[in-house]
Structure formats: C-alpha cells, structure tokens
C-alpha cells in the first residue's frame, strides 16, 4: 500500500520560500512507471496541478506555466522523497498543498498525502 | 490549455435520487477523464478514471461515462455519505487541470 507523508510550515511569510516535503512508503521515488506531483487548492482556485518529478531513465520535471520562476520539485532518492520549493510566495499561495501519485502520463493521482495548509502571512 | 468546465457548482437531492454531474472539456481528450470525491476536510479520492472505469473498492452506484469533450459521473441511488464535493480532472497531457467541483448535499 502506497502511503505519502507530508511534512513542512504552516506559515511562511510574503517574500519567503515555501518549503514542503513527502515521505513515500510501498512506492519508489525512482520508479520508471510513476510520476509525484504537487496540488494544491484553495477556495478562489480550486484544485489546481503545480508541477511534478519522475524518472525514465533520467529525471523530469514539468511545471504548470503559472508556477515557472518560482517553482522547484526535487527527488531525495536517499530519503525516498520529494519536496516542493516555491519561491516569493504572496498571500495569493495560502492554499492546502498535496502531493500525488500518478502511474504515468495517461493515469490520474491515485494516491495522495494528507495535505498540508500552508498560510501566507507577516 | 485545455479547460475542464463542471456543472452544477452545486446541487440538493434526496436520498435515493438519481444524481449527475458533468464535465465539458474545451477539445477533445479522447476518455482521459478522472472522478474525484472530497469529503469535508478530507484528501480528493479519486472515484473513476478513464472515463468510465471504477476505481477499486468504489460503490456500484457511481458511474462514469462520456468520450471526447462530455463526461458525465451519476450516482444512481444518492446516499447520505455521497456528501461531498465531486471534481472532474482531465489527463491527456499536461497540465493536468481539474474542473471547480461540484458540492452535492442532501
């Protein structure tokens, strides 16, 4: 059974990085059949696809041009994770914030991490 | 981009009723389609995929069917832990984008 942990700030403050991470368990970062992405969603923009990481042989990454600049979604093959880097953030960014599996390119997020709301505020 | 549009935003329906939810995509996206369920304070549990394939462990009540640009997700029979919001996501090619949801109450 897949199981993805997030960990990370609730609170960052305008200007600043938001940094979170997810923990996989029965899955592999590495695996060349799947891809870990990052949602988030808030009640102005509903759920919205930030970006993602998967390996084939050599590491991807797509964004969602919305993010482009600001965004970075790394793989810790060490750790067995990913985490998500965002950059400048404004009180536009407060939202609950996931991340997601999917099996490839042609298949939807079939597991997902607890959520981690994230408020932009001095 | 490819948009996803949802209807309705929100419906009200009686235990029992026959409910349908629907999804127009901007072009076609063949039946990359995806059925998400948010229960109140919950993760989106994803319900149906490829348009009209259920999930596993997903009740027989809810159906997906639909190709090209009109998707639709019925629930045959609404039950009071149907309550939640239902959102749409299309996955033919990035970026992934989900339609606004779609809040069913009782």
């Known amino acids: 059974q897949v199981q993805l942990q997030q960990s990370g700030p609730g609170l960052v403050k305008p200007s600043q990085t938001l940094s979170l991470t997810c923990a996989i368990s029965?899955?592999?970062?590495?695996?060349?059949?799947?891809?870990w992405n990052w949602i988030r969603q808030s009640p102005s923009r509903g759920l919205e696809w930030l970006g993602r990481?998967?390996?084939?042989?050599?590491?991807?990454?797509d964004y969602a041009v919305s993010m482009k600049g600001r965004i970075t979604i790394n793989p810790d093959t060490s750790k067995n994770q990913f985490s998500l880097q965002l950059n400048s953030v404004t009180p536009e960014d407060t939202a609950w914030y996931y991340c997601?599996?999917?099996?490839?390119?042609?298949?939807?997020?079939?597991?997902w991490g607890q959520g981690t709301l994230v408020t932009v505020s001095s | 981009d490819i948009q996803v549009t949802q209807s309705p935003s929100s419906l009200s329906a009686s235990v029992g009723d026959r409910v349908t939810i629907t999804c127009r995509a901007s072009?076609?996206?063949?039946?990359?389609l995806a059925w998400y369920q948010q229960k109140p304070g919950k993760v989106p549990k994803l319900l149906v995929y490829a348009a009209s394939t259920l999930q596993s462990g997903v009740p027989s009540r809810f159906s997906g069917s639909g190709s090209g640009t009109d998707f639709t997700l019925t629930i045959s029979s609404l039950q009071p832990e149907d309550v939640a919001t239902y959102s749409c996501q299309k996955y033919d090619a990035a970026p992934w984008t989900f339609g606004q949801g779609t809040k069913v109450e009782i």
């Open positions: 990481t998967f390996y084939r042989s050599q590491w991807y990454h």
């Open positions: 029965g899955d592999s970062v590495s695996s060349n059949s799947v891809a």
């Open positions: 072009q076609g996206i063949s039946n990359k």
């Open positions: 997601a599996r999917d099996r490839g390119s042609y298949y939807p997020f079939d597991y």
